[in-house]
């Protein structure tokens, strides 16, 4: 930890209104390059802090940048972890409205929902499966709060790595149901495909993201509550959308999830 409170809140401050009035800010490392992942993170719950003060309730967690496809698009190389709140949940088949975002980009990702706890430190693979309670596919909503998603790993953690939004739905499935490494799916941006994918792309099983996530979480002394809602990271490179662009996006046995930018 570099930072002391009264940075952490002020840079919290800043991230928050970024977001607010969609004016987005130069990386926080060009002021303090020796941020580390205390203080990205204390930053990160200072912005938690702040939505659930102002209503806003946990959706559920996720995981980032834990597919190579996005770890070579975005120039870093860990998963970062982070939340959503109810204020990004859109519905499948609805209309986004695209002025609530800088420069919007969506990703197609596999979610899983528990339905123990689970704690690290030590916590690992065959923990996590057993307590899934069901899979289902899912589109992320990012929207960096720097200036043409330029940032390290640090910055966007601070930054809730880039989180903005969400739609799940489709055809939800037992663990058992599902093959999740070999699970394929097919984005389509106005009905052109622009990427595909399989769930091994995400750290060779999208579970090992909670595995993940729940170690990281450990460290920060918090866990996973049974009954959480968890994307596990993009499978492929996030797509960018504007204005009048419809996504598709096809998981194999998960159904499809759709969406368009108003
Ligand atoms: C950071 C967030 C990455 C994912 O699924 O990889 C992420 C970014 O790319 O802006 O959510
Ligand atoms: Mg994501």
Redesign the pocket.
């Given at each position: 930890m570099t930072l002391d409170e009264a940075t952490v809140e002020a840079l919290a401050a800043r991230l928050l209104a970024a977001e607010r009035e969609r004016k987005p800010i130069t990386k926080i490392t060009d002021e303090h390059p020796h941020l580390d992942y205390d203080d990205a993170y204390a930053i990160q719950n200072r912005i938690r802090a702040h939505k659930l003060a102002a209503g806003e309730t946990i959706a559920g967690l996720?995981?980032?940048?834990?597919?190579k496809a996005?770890m070579k698009?975005?120039n870093?190389a860990e998963?970062?972890f982070?939340f959503m709140t109810d204020r990004g949940a859109w519905p499948d088949g609805g209309a986004i409205e695209r002025d609530r975002y800088i420069a919007p980009?969506i990703?197609a990702?596999i979610a899983l929902v528990t339905k123990r706890d689970l704690a690290g430190p030590g916590c690992h693979l065959a923990e996590v499966l057993a307590a899934i309670d069901f899979v289902l596919p899912a589109v992320?909503v990012?929207d960096?709060r720097y200036e043409n998603?330029r940032?390290d790993m640090v910055s966007?953690v601070a930054d809730n790595?880039?989180?903005a939004g969400f739609v799940t739905g489709g055809r939800p499935r037992r663990l058992r149901e599902v093959d999740l490494p070999t699970l394929g799916l097919v984005v389509e941006k106005n009905g052109q495909v622009v990427e595909v994918g399989a769930g091994a792309a995400v750290l060779g099983h999208p579970a090992e993201s909670i595995v993940m996530l729940a170690n990281n979480l450990a460290r920060r002394g918090e866990h996973i509550p049974a009954g959480s809602f968890i994307?596990?990271?993009?499978i492929t490179a996030?797509v960018a959308v504007d204005r009048g662009d419809a996504i598709t996006v096809r998981f194999q046995d998960l159904g499809n999830l759709s969406l368009r930018f108003a």
């Open positions: 996720k995981a980032g940048l834990t597919s996005k698009q975005m870093v998963p970062v982070g980009r990703e990702e992320e990012l960096s998603f940032f966007v790595t880039s989180a994307m596990t990271g993009g996030a």
